[in-house]
């Protein structure tokens, strides 16, 4: 009797152990509602995968857990949240995770202000604020009307009826205006902006495939990594030195300059400088495409925009004191960041144990701001997939709270630092196209969104442009 008790317990003992061995813990050890790992490898990247993409799979753990959730990413324990409470219950937090963003290191480099926390980060923050804030931005307009001039110029150059590439024209445009503004006009020939597209393309590409497809070491895809890697430092190497030798002979404080005095860490400013230029042209780039097309295929919104171009600015340029009146071309813009989803989200961590929403947070826990999932909430935004610039009207927004619409994150005083330059950008592009054009959509297109850290059109957008 007494030997088959010990059998048995023995028996429960090995059972207890094997399974606590060969499978994760279960995280219901934490308050969160979520899922369990689906593999203790893994986690959940299987259901990430299926779902298409982390955004969409946060959209269907959201709408079925609640406001806050939690799951694996592989071994990581990862919360997410998307509710304006919650959004401002994390309002203040400026450190980001540097795990759920390691798959862009190797390209924008270990020192890039994207990994930077704690006071480092602050302080460069602080720095590069200063050409980004509100009384800076009146230097940008002069560059940005002319390279929108360039654009629509090249544009009517076209044969008529000709189908017009939007994201291929859009994102080259982003391009040569972060690079003008922020860099030194002077500093780039033509050759070397479609350069650094191609090799940013190759670049960025392989680094999203590795999200699925890891290669081997030394394969074809990895030198064709490394070789594009080397010659956008390389151009990022010269325009640096260019400057240090330009410099004295001029005044004005570009974002280059400010990266230049603030250390004598090369490799940190050429990882900052890389950073600002993929961080600006890539997220502007798609913004301005989604703007066309919204515009393509919402005529009424277009005429709208239209008159109120020539009733506010008449024939003159946009100016820092004039831009503020085009009230609905910015109802526009921001509908569009809303209906993109441009950028889906964001993330934090503490290195304390804290509590969110009831729950208690260990520390470390990245926490993901699930910022399209809260731009798609119809409490806030009802049909949230139709395109309605009149969401944003004053009065219709003020009846929403501020957190629920953030496309550019908002906790720690950490929001994008672009992203007033990137409001500049768009506005004066915007209106240089529709003054010049109206903008039509090529029939027949099914336009879809790829969801990534920036989301862009699945295929290009082709449309045609009537002069006025
Ligand atoms: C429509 C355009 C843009 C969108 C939607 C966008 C969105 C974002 C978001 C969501 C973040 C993360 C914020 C956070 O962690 O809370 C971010 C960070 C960043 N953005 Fe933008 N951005 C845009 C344009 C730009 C432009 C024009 C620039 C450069 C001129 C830029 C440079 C950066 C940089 C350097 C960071 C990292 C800042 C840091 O680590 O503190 N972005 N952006």
């Not at 219709?396 to 330059?421: D, L, M, T």
Request: proline letters at 5%.
């Amino acid at each position: 009797m007494l030997y088959s008790v010990v059998l048995v317990a023995v028996f429960l003992c090995g059972l207890y152990l094997a399974v606590t061995f060969l499978f994760p813990r279960r995280k219901r050890s934490t308050t969160i509602p979520g899922p369990n790992p689906a593999t203790k490898e893994c986690g959940n990247k299987e259901d990430i995968a299926k779902a298409g993409s982390l955004h969409e799979y946060l959209i269907d753990l959201h709408k079925q857990y609640g406001d806050i959730t939690a799951f694996w990413l592989g071994q990581e324990f990862v919360v997410s949240i998307c509710s304006p409470e919650l959004f401002k219950q994390h309002s203040a937090v400026f450190d980001r995770p540097v795990s759920l963003f390691k798959l862009f290191e190797p390209l924008i480099g270990e020192k890039s202000i994207q990994y930077a926390n704690k006071e480092d980060g602050k302080n460069r923050r602080k720095q590069y604020n200063t050409v980004f804030n509100q009384n800076y931005l009146h230097h940008y307009y002069a560059r940005i009307q002319e390279e929108s001039d360039d654009l629509v110029k090249q544009w009517s150059g076209l044969p008529k009826e000709e189908h017009v590439p939007v994201a291929r024209y859009m994102v080259a445009f982003a391009l040569k205006l972060g690079l003008v503004n922020l860099f030194d006009s002077h500093a780039f020939t033509d050759e070397e902006i479609l350069e650094i597209r191609h090799n940013y393309d190759i670049a960025w590409s392989e680094l999203e495939r590795q999200l699925v497809d890891i290669p081997e070491k030394g394969s074809p895809r990895i030198k064709a990594f490394e070789d594009a890697k080397r010659k956008l430092y390389a151009l990022v190497d010269k325009v640096l030195s260019n400057r240090k030798q330009l410099r004295k002979d001029t005044d004005d404080a570009l974002l280059i300059d400010v990266l230049l005095d603030s250390t004598d860490d090369k490799e940190l400013i050429a990882n900052d400088a890389l950073s600002f230029v993929i961080g600006g042209f890539h997220t502007t780039g798609n913004m301005l495409t989604w703007a066309v097309y919204f515009l393509a295929e919402h005529q009424d919104v277009q005429d709208k925009v239209y008159r109120e171009i020539s009733q506010v600015l008449g024939n003159n340029d946009v100016e820092p004191e004039t831009s503020k009146d085009l009230v609905y071309l910015y109802q526009v813009i921001d509908e569009t960041l809303r209906c993109s989803v441009l950028a889906p989200w964001a993330a934090r961590y503490q290195d304390f144990d804290s509590e969110l929403g009831g729950h208690k947070i260990p520390k470390n826990t990245p926490v993901i701001h699930a910022l399209g999932v809260s731009l798609q909430n119809e409490k806030y935004f009802p049909q949230p997939h139709r395109f309605d610039p009149d969401r944003f009207s004053p009065e219709n927004s003020k009846s929403r709270p501020s957190y629920a619409f953030q496309p550019f994150g908002f906790a720690g005083k950490r929001i994008c630092p672009g992203y007033k330059f990137a409001y500049v950008e768009a506005i004066i592009g915007l209106v240089t196209i529709l003054r010049k054009f109206k903008v039509k959509m090529v029939e027949g297109q099914t336009v879809t969104q790829t969801f990534g850290l920036v989301t862009h059109p699945t295929e290009e957008i082709w449309i045609t442009l009537q002069e006025r």
